[in-house]
């Protein structure tokens, strides 16, 4: 089922763990973020960025995540990153997309406010939360490049920037960065630590991939909610497409390397391509946070159900199953982040 991120950013916020958020390029990203949020009965945040939905438009990837929502019982949200601007959110809203981002960070703090008010207000009226960013995460994520360092949010400004605009959560600046990292990332921890008891929504992390695991986990018990990724899983699917291309030069099924980053975690065995980057998507998946694949079961209704290895829908007797159900399973994405 296709659900808002409310109750589940407001849950994660209360039991302490984070969702995990991951943009998707394609059909097989959808797929494959689907399978690895089954496997481990985890709610899932799928994403799109601007750059992304200029070239599909925002109706192709709300048909391929609305289509597997339907086939799931985790909690599925869809989610527009980064919107650049007013019109973008209005038209992810308009085509049914269940969270969305205004990012004025690139605005004065003024200007961003004026941005991010207009559109919390457009989402509270259709019951849409608004992610809203303060303060930069350095880096390049498609079209939006950031320069120089990274200057960390402030609290205080933290707490009218909420007040102020209605923003349901916010992306903070903390030291993290978009893209590749060139050098060791550092969170620094205290001053999440110092907004996450300045502000009450829910705080979200950007440029996650490249973290240390042991890096988010703290972040996380500092109060991060939601934690996104998005060149971790390029780079998994590209060099798993690629891998699969190298070793079957003569495939022309472009269905074979699209799955093949994802398939060899369905079986838990070696693909066709024993390529570890081909194994990488899957294993990033189910890996993340440690201990991620340790089901911890018993909780959710689901459990005994294996929709994934069949790919059918799940068996659950109440479909869909409800994001609270999933509360305790949170700490299966991020296992050593739980707080206590
Ligand atoms: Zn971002």
């Given at each position: 089922?296709?659900?808002?991120?409310?109750?589940?950013l407001?849950?994660?916020?209360?039991?302490?763990y984070?969702?995990?958020?991951?943009?998707?390029?394609n059909?097989e990203?959808v797929?494959?973020?689907?399978?690895?949020?089954?496997?481990?009965?985890s709610?899932?945040?799928?994403?799109?960025?601007?750059?992304?939905?200029?070239?599909?438009?925002?109706?192709?990837?709300?048909?391929?995540?609305?289509?597997?929502?339907?086939?799931?019982?985790?909690?599925?949200?869809?989610?527009?990153?980064?919107?650049?601007?007013?019109?973008?959110?209005?038209?992810?809203?308009?085509?049914?997309?269940?969270?969305?981002?205004?990012?004025?960070?690139?605005e004065?703090?003024?200007?961003?406010?004026?941005?991010?008010?207009?559109?919390?207000?457009?989402?509270?009226?259709?019951?849409?939360?608004?992610?809203?960013?303060?303060?930069?995460?350095?880096?390049?994520?498609?079209d939006?490049?950031?320069?120089?360092e990274?200057?960390?949010?402030?609290?205080?400004e933290?707490?009218?920037?909420?007040?102020?605009?209605?923003?349901?959560?916010?992306?903070?600046?903390?030291?993290?960065?978009h893209?590749?990292?060139?050098?060791?990332?550092?969170?620094e921890?205290d001053?999440v630590?110092?907004?996450?008891?300045?502000?009450?929504?829910?705080?979200?992390?950007?440029?996650?991939?490249?973290?240390?695991?042991?890096?988010?986990?703290?972040?996380?018990?500092?109060?991060?909610?939601?934690?996104?990724?998005?060149?971790?899983?390029?780079?998994?699917?590209?060099?798993?497409?690629?891998?699969?291309?190298?070793?079957?030069?003569?495939?022309?099924?472009p269905?074979?390397?699209?799955?093949?980053?994802?398939?060899?975690r369905?079986?838990?065995?070696?693909?066709?391509?024993?390529?570890?980057?081909?194994?990488?998507?899957?294993?990033?998946?189910?890996?993340?946070?440690?201990?991620?694949?340790?089901?911890?079961?018993?909780?959710?209704?689901?459990?005994?159900?294996?929709?994934?290895?069949?790919?059918?829908?799940?068996?659950?007797?109440?479909?869909?199953?409800?994001?609270?159900?999933?509360?305790?399973?949170?700490?299966?994405?991020?296992?050593?982040?739980?707080r206590?």
């Amino acid at each position: 089922m296709l659900v808002t991120t409310k109750d589940m950013l407001l849950d994660a916020q209360k039991n302490h763990y984070a969702v995990g958020a991951f943009n998707v390029e394609n059909l097989e990203f959808v797929m494959a973020v689907l399978a690895a949020a089954e496997e481990t009965k985890s709610p899932v945040i799928m994403q799109t960025t601007s750059g992304t939905i200029k070239m599909t438009g925002l109706d192709y990837f709300y048909g391929m995540v609305k289509a597997a929502a339907e086939r799931t019982s985790v909690p599925v949200a869809l989610h527009l990153d980064h919107g650049d601007g007013y019109d973008r959110c209005m038209k992810a809203l308009r085509t049914g997309y269940t969270s969305v981002m205004i990012d004025g960070s690139h605005e004065t703090f003024e200007d961003n406010i004026a941005l991010t008010k207009l559109v919390a207000d457009a989402g509270a009226a259709m019951g849409v939360p608004v992610e809203a960013e303060l303060g930069k995460v350095g880096g390049k994520e498609d079209d939006v490049e950031v320069e120089g360092e990274s200057p960390y949010t402030d609290p205080d400004e933290a707490r009218e920037f909420v007040e102020r605009t209605g923003c349901t959560s916010l992306a903070i600046g903390v030291g993290t960065s978009h893209g590749v990292y060139t050098a060791e990332p550092h969170i620094e921890q205290d001053v999440v630590k110092a907004i996450r008891a300045a502000v009450d929504v829910p705080l979200v992390l950007h440029g996650t991939s490249g973290v240390p695991d042991e890096q988010v986990a703290e972040a996380v018990k500092n109060g991060i909610c939601k934690v996104n990724y998005a060149t971790e899983l390029r780079q998994a699917f590209t060099k798993g497409f690629m891998a699969y291309m190298a070793e079957n030069p003569t495939c022309f099924d472009p269905k074979k390397p699209g799955q093949a980053p994802w398939a060899a975690r369905k079986t838990s065995t070696p693909c066709v391509s024993s390529s570890p980057e081909a194994l990488r998507l899957g294993a990033f998946f189910i890996g993340r946070g440690s201990g991620g694949s340790e089901l911890t079961g018993g909780a959710s209704p689901c459990s005994g159900a294996a929709p994934f290895r069949q790919m059918t829908p799940c068996r659950c007797p109440v479909p869909p199953c409800p994001p609270r159900a999933f509360a305790a399973l949170g700490d299966i994405t991020f296992g050593n982040a739980k707080r206590g």
